[in-house]
């Protein structure tokens, strides 16, 4: 089992910025993918961006050039810094682990909520 714990959110002005971390524990597969979801009312949830532990990224076209994932291996670990953020940017965020040797499930945390006004 592995867990979650996100921290990070709140509400922000549009233009204004927000780092989100997702501390990950328990049964920790050394190679990894880390990452962070969205979902707002009546949308499909989306990848915003992930992170292997060897580095490879990977973002949503929406957001490119605005948000930057970044990790903490040793800390195991994953960081959100999102900038110039706008209204449509508002959703819950929920963090995901998934181990990349063997199978094993998708993680999921509990969420926190990113809401950017006008």
């Known amino acids: 089992q592995v867990q979650l714990v996100e921290s990070g959110g709140g509400l922000v002005q549009a233009g204004g910025s927000l780092r989100l971390s997702c501390a990950a524990s328990?049964?920790?597969?050394?190679?990894?993918?880390m990452g962070w979801y969205r979902q707002s009312p009546g949308k499909q949830r989306e990848l915003v961006a992930s992170l292997t532990s060897g580095g490879s990224t990977n973002y949503a076209d929406s957001v490119k050039g605005r948000f930057t994932i970044s990790r903490d291996n040793a800390k195991n670990t994953v960081y959100l810094q999102m900038n110039s953020l706008k209204p449509e940017d508002t959703a819950i965020y929920v963090c995901n682990y998934r181990q990349l040797v063997s199978w094993g499930p998708d993680y999921w945390g509990q969420g926190t909520q990113v809401t950017v006004s006008s």
């Open positions: 328990g049964s920790i597969v050394r190679i990894n993918v």
